[in-house]
């Protein structure tokens, strides 16, 4: 990926992680404690970090570091489908 793209990629994945209404929820009535902002910060980076390992990511690894890190990290489930949702193929 060269740089221009994986800037926009960067970009894309900020906003569906910025507009997921879970999140917007989740940060707002602080389920992750009062570090929730930054532990979604975390979550876009880890995410990331995801695809910048050099190796092709199917949809049933993103939904699961989703669910694990909702779970996890911000003290939340994702019975809503939104998983799925912001993990599309």
Known sequence: MQQGEKTQFEK?????IGTWTLV????????????T???????ESDLLQ???KG?????????DFLYAFLEEKLNTS????SVEEVSPP
């Open 24 to 35: 917007e929820l989740a940060i707002s009535h602080g389920f992750g404690g009062r570090q």
């Open 37 to 43: 902002a930054r532990k979604v910060e975390l979550m």
């Open 50 to 52: 995801l695809f910048y």
């Open 12 to 16: 894309g994945v900020h906003y569906i």
């Open 55 to 63: 190796k092709n990511v199917g949809v049933d690894e993103i939904e």
């Open 78 to 81: 994702a019975e809503d489908g």
